[in-house]
Each structure stands twice: as structure tokens, then as C-alpha cells.
T-cell receptor, first 113, second 117 residues
């Protein structure tokens, strides 16, 4: 069964600093991987997705993630944090376009002025 | 991108009553829809998967008689919380997947905040 583990329930960085949110996956087949962002009392917004094409995936709002099969990782990065990036971030996995999506526990990102 | 509309966005109901939440795919046909529940400051937990015209598949520990899911058409799924109690208060989110092979994404509704008093 597939699963994802997000290391760090809370990450705090200074405005302008590098953002790194960690995600490791487990899947018996080549997975589809996603990063979503959630603002308070709202639904989910897709940041980016990996679907077995390029291993470095660029998303919206300056975020990107790199799929590393050898490390079973799909960490999310952004070179320079903005105050507006403060939100909850979820890594997710599914093993086909028809299967359920399983979410990690989430990482709350705080940005210090 | 594809749009999924969830209604209502929030609802308050009395203990013992039933509440229905609708999830509609506005510009695509959703062969599969998923229902999630999210407690404050926690992740999304999958409750059930529904395919159009067939019975929903519930995750372990989810009471199917309490959380009734109907996926009667390719654009509409409903979740009915029956005989609601305060512990059912939560944020419920639906998601819809287009026909397999069209995209790897599932598209999410904006969520429904249920408060049972």
C-alpha cells in the first residue's frame, strides 16, 4: 500500500530564506506524487505534480520539487520565502489515475518577518 | 483547470438530524469521487471512494450506515451524515477524478465545515 511521510509538522523560516519541506513516499509501483497547499478553512490547491516525466517539477508560486527514486523522496523547495507562503502543505501519493489519493500528515509553514 | 463545487460551504445542525453535502464536477465527468474528513490541524483522512452507479468503498473504521454516499451521476456525489452528533463536527472535502488516462490529478472542492450542536 502506498503512503507518504512528511518530516516536520512545523517549519519556520525567515522571509527571503530557502523553504524546504520534506516528503518521503512508499509505493509498490511507480507513483504519482503531488504537493498541495491549504489556507485556513479552505480546500486544497495543487502546487505541482510528478507523473514520471521530468524528475524536477516546477509548480506555481515559485515552488519546485525533485523526485529521487533512490531516496524515495519528493521534497518541496522554494528559493525565497514570501509572507504569503504561510500555510499548510500536504504531500500526497496515488498509484494510478483512478486510485485514491493518500495524504501525508502535513507541514505548517510559518514565515518570520 | 477543472472545477469541483461543494455545497454548502458551512452548515450548523442540531444533534440527531441528518445533513447532506453535495459535490459537483462542473466541467468534466467524474468517474470516481472521493470523500475526506479533516480534523483541526490534521491531515485529510479518506473516508470512502465512490464510482458512478456503484456502491461506495469505505475505508476501515468508517461507518457506512452513518456516512451515506451516493454517486448517482457522473457529475454529482452526495455525502449524508445521518443522525449527526457533535463528534461528527469536522471539515469534509470531496475530490473528483476524470476518466482514467485523461489526467493524473484529482480536483478538490472547497470543503464543508459541519458543526453539530
Amino acid at each position: 500500500a502506498q503512503s507518504v511521510t512528511q518530516l516536520g509538522s512545523h517549519v519556520s523560516v525567515s522571509e527571503g530564506a530557502l523553504v524546504l519541506l520534506r516528503c518521503n513516499y512508499s509505493s509498490s509501483v511507480p507513483p504519482y506524487l503531488f504537493w498541495y497547499v491549504q489556507y485556513p478553512n479552505q480546500g486544497l490547491q495543487l502546487l505541482l505534480k510528478y507523473t514520471s516525466a521530468a524528475t524536477l517539477v516546477k509548480g506555481i508560486n515559485g515552488f519546485e520539487a525533485e523526485f529521487k527514486k533512490s531516496e524515495t523522496s519528493f521534497h518541496l523547495t522554494k528559493p525565497s520565502a514570501h509572507m504569503s507562503d504561510a500555510a499548510e502543505y500536504f504531500c500526497a501519493v496515488r498509484d494510478s489515475s483512478a486510485s485514491k489519493i493518500i495524504f501525508g500528515s502535513g507541514t505548517r509553514l510559518s514565515i518570520r518577518p | 483547470g477543472a472545477v469541483v463545487s461543494q455545497h454548502p460551504s458551512w452548515v450548523i445542525c442540531k444533534s440527531g438530524t441528518s445533513v447532506k453535502i453535495e459535490c459537483r464536477s462542473l466541467d468534466f465527468q467524474a468517474t470516481t469521487m472521493f470523500w475526506y474528513r479533516q480534523f483541526p490541524k490534521q491531515s485529510l483522512m479518506l473516508m470512502a471512494t465512490s464510482n458512478e452507479g456503484s456502491k461506495a468503498t469505505y475505508e476501515q473504521g468508517v461507518e457506512k450506515d452513518k456516512f451515506l454516499i451516493n454517486h448517482a451521476s457522473l457529475t454529482l456525489s452526495t455525502l449524508t451524515v445521518t443522525s449527526a452528533h457533535p463528534e461528527d463536527s469536522s471539515f469534509y472535502i470531496c475530490s473528483a477524478s476524470p476518466k482514467p488516462g485523461r489526467t493524473t490529478e484529482a480536483f478538490f472542492g472547497q470543503g464543508t465545515r459541519l458543526t453539530v450542536v
